[in-house]
């Protein structure tokens, strides 16, 4: 079966490659009744996104993924049905956006010094008018010749160890869950499965996530496997925690999941929409 909410995609806002009416129309056509945007630390697209949900039979809701630094392990929280106009969400964001921008030099710094000129401004020709991410940088070095695919650059360069990683420096958890329940939403850890972490250090990130007012994990995600869909509805069952389903959609170059084509969660999971007012459009 397949499910008809996906609450984890991209837009050009951040690091996808369809614009966010592209995307909605494209889930719409694909089968989606609820798509929820979760552009990396932007709400940019959100308001272009919810004109083109308008008549489009889609149920649009306001997300958002947000970049944490959490024992120096890079982990990422979706916000969903967030209030995109929160002055202190939009603050947060803002904050992490400059971080970004930083980064983006460093990285540009990094690589230059490795014998690769010019990464900046071709991660910029590549973002556009979005934020710019690695996956931008990993375009352009993929563009170069440098690697064989976007999969093989971040192997080579853009991960630690690698001439232009940049040890991340985001929000802290609490800084994330904050603004998410500050601006009316439910907190989700994303892609639990594929942090750089043992099964302990999870759950005590888990735990820490939930006495903040985290209410629920990815457990079905473009970004796990099936065995990951199992451990993770364990997780959550064990954890008490609700489970979410996003494809992480990024565009039709770059995706693990079709739109419309994501697995309906375990039937042991409650899901995160289970108490959610049905939404889909008329
Ligand atoms: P950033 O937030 O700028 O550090 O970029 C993170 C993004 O890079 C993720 O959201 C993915 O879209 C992409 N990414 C990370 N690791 C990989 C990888 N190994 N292969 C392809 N894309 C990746
Ligand atoms: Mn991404
Ligand atoms: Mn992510
Ligand atoms: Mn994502």
Redesign the pocket.
């Known amino acids: 079966m397949r499910s008809c909410h996906d609450l984890h995609t991209?837009s050009t806002a951040s690091?996808g490659s369809l614009t966010p009416g592209e995307l909605v129309r494209k889930a719409a056509a694909a089968g989606v009744a609820a798509l929820a945007l979760t552009d990396?630390d932007t709400v940019e697209g959100l308001a272009e996104a919810a004109r083109a949900a308008v008549g489009a039979g889609i149920a649009l809701i306001n997300g958002i993924e947000i970049?944490v630094t959490w024992n120096r392990c890079?982990v990422?929280i979706v916000g969903l049905g967030i209030d995109p106009d929160h002055p202190g969400l939009l603050a947060g964001l803002r904050g992490l956006r400059d971080y970004?921008d930083r980064r983006a030099e460093e990285i540009g710094d990094r690589l230059h010094k490795a014998g690769i000129p010019g990464a900046l401004e071709g991660a910029r020709r590549f973002a556009g008018d979005g934020l710019v991410?690695?996956?931008h940088f990993?375009h352009f070095l993929a563009e170069t010749g440098r690697a064989k695919n976007?999969?093989d650059v971040?192997?080579r360069y853009?991960?630690r160890n690698k001439p232009g990683h940049v040890p991340?420096d985001w929000a802290s958890l609490a800084e994330a869950v904050g603004w998410i329940l500050d601006a009316g939403g439910q907190a989700v850890v994303a892609h639990p499965a594929r942090y750089d972490m043992t099964a302990t250090k999870l759950r005590s990130m888990l735990g820490e996530f939930r006495e903040l007012g985290g209410t629920g994990i990815e457990v079905v995600s473009g970004s796990h496997s099936l065995d990951d869909y199992q451990v993770m509805a364990r997780l959550a069952a064990d954890m008490k925690f609700l489970a979410s389903a996003g494809s992480d959609y990024?565009g039709p170059n770059n995706f693990r999941i079709e739109l419309g084509h994501l697995p309906s969660l375990p039937a042991s999971c409650t899901p995160i929409w289970h108490d959610w007012p049905d939404r889909r459009a008329a």
Do not use: C, N, Y
């Open positions: 991209h690091d990396h970049s890079t990422h970004r991410s690695r996956t990993a976007v999969q971040f192997k853009l991960v991340g990024h």
